[in-house]
Structures are given as structure tokens and as C-alpha cells.
């Protein structure tokens, strides 16, 4: 199994981060994408990417709940950082109006200028969207292209919205929220093409049941699995073959 997003660089790892990857690959995860926030993240995911070398791969971008009136040179450190070492993807970006609206223009303009960066390094882009489908789908309408593609992180949508994602060339990231009861995907995902889907963890946030509320680690990431091969009722073998496939053919490696 791949993870593809999971912040395992952050503090609430930072004392038992070796087991945390032990247990990760105890239960078949072979591969970790650690998602970027800001600048101020970057030393110790890029360190952790050092330490585990076979294991993790990062990304780099500006998280919308992290632009303020300072944005413009967090966007230039982004683009000096994918000049200067080799990232799988710009993300996450995209915006986010349920913690902020204050910055909603500069959001949108930092959006749109990781989006340019991406087309331009052709490398595939990884969206946060929390209250904010609508004013996300038209950024991503206007940039529309064969070279725009990525995954739509922590999808919670619906049908429709997935559907609106997949034909814009995007997959859809899910993690724990496919096992909550109240989490609605789990009763249209099967209606989603298995192969336009990616197992992500979003560690240390959104830990799947029974764990909900507790942080959240990449070994977790099974319990997502069996929920998604209960969904489309298949084996979990198939589950991980085709989610891995699919994460591959996005990052490349």
C-alpha cells in the first residue's frame, strides 16, 4: 500500500518517528508522500526524506491555510526549492474557506500560481479543499489542460463532485473519513471507477474508527483499505494493486 499523504515531518511525530514507519511497513505500506504546508516545514520533511530515502518522497507548496499578506515569497521559495531538488508533486495547495476567509483573494492568487508552476515542471498537484468545491472547480476550469492532473485530497464530496473531479483528470484522495458513519462517501464510492482513487492517510489528522480522535499515523492507512475493498466488495490484495498503480502513474515513482 501507498500513503499518499501523510505529514509525518510534524511535531507529533517527532518522538517516535521511527516506529511510527516500522509499523507503517508492517502492514504492507511501502511508500509515504509527505504533503508540504510552508517554508517553515521544509528542513525537517526534507530531513526525514534523507533518513528514509527508499521510503519517503516530499512535495512542495504553499498550504491555504498558510497564506497571509506574505504569500508571494512563500511562492518564490516553492519555486526555487523545485529548481533546485527533485519534488513528486506541488501540494497541498488550493483553498480552504472554512478556517479563513480573511485571505480568500490571496489564496486563490497562490492557487493559481502553484498551478502555473505545476503546468510549467509538469508535475501533478495535490488540492486541499475544505468548504471551497465551487470556488476550487472554477481555479482548476481555467487552467485546463493535459498537463493539470493530481489528486483531490481528502475527498468528502459527492457523487457529482467526484465526478466533476475525475473529468478534469483528477483522482480522488481517501482516507479515514470512508469509515466514519457519518461520512457519506462510503454510500456512492463503489459508483467512482476503482482506478481513479488513492489511499492517503492524512497523518496526524482525521485517524479512521475506531481510532477517530487520536492521532493519526500511515499504519492506519489498512483500516482504510478494508473499508474501501468492503465498499466495492473485492479482496484487499486488489485494493492495494490498483491504489498503488494508480499512485504511481501519478507521481511517476
Do not use: W
Amino acid at each position: 500500500m501507498i500513503d499518499t499523504h501523510t505529514h509525518l515531518y510534524l511535531e507529533q511525530f517527532k518522538d517516535d518517528i521511527d516506529d511510527v514507519i516500522s509499523r507503517a511497513k508492517n502492514v504492507g505500506v511501502h511508500r509515504f508522500y509527505l504533503p508540504s504546508i510552508s517554508s517553515k516545514y521544509n528542513k525537517s520533511m526534507r530531513d526525514l526524506e534523507k533518513k528514509f530515502p527508499d521510503d519517503i518522497s516530499c512535495m512542495i507548496g504553499l498550504h491555504p491555510c498558510y497564506v497571509d499578506d506574505n504569500f508571494q515569497s512563500e511562492i518564490n521559495f516553492v519555486k526555487k526549492q523545485i529548481d533546485e531538488h527533485n519534488y513528486k508533486a506541488i501540494g497541498e495547495i488550493g483553498i480552504d474557506l472554512f478556517h479563513e476567509k480573511k485571505y480568500f483573494t490571496q489564496q486563490v492568487i497562490a492557487f493559481e500560481q502553484q498551478i502555473k508552476l505545476a503546468i510549467e515542471y509538469d508535475l501533478p498537484i495535490v488540492i486541499h479543499s475544505r468548504d471551497s468545491f465551487d470556488e476550487i472547480f472554477k481555479v482548476l476550469e481555467k487552467f485546463k489542460s493535459e498537463k493539470l492532473r493530481g489528486i483531490f485530497h481528502c475527498f468528502t464530496g459527492n457523487l457529482d463532485q467526484a465526478n466533476k473531479i475525475i473529468d478534469l483528470n483528477f483522482h480522488l484522495g481517501i482516507g479515514g473519513v470512508v469509515t466514519f458513519k457519518n461520512g457519506k462517501i462510503s454510500e456512492f464510492l463503489n459508483a467512482v471507477p476503482i482506478d481513479k482513487i488513492v489511499l492517503e492517510t492524512d497523518s496526524p489528522y482525521l485517524a479512521p474508527a475506531p481510532y477517530r480522535g487520536k492521532r493519526n499515523e500511515s499504519f492506519y492507512i489498512e483500516l482504510v483499505a478494508k473499508k474501501i475493498a468492503e465498499v466495492y466488495d473485492v479482496d484487499l490484495d486488489y485494493v492495494s494493486e490498483v491504489t498503488d498503480k494508480n499512485a504511481l502513474d501519478i507521481f511517476g515513482s
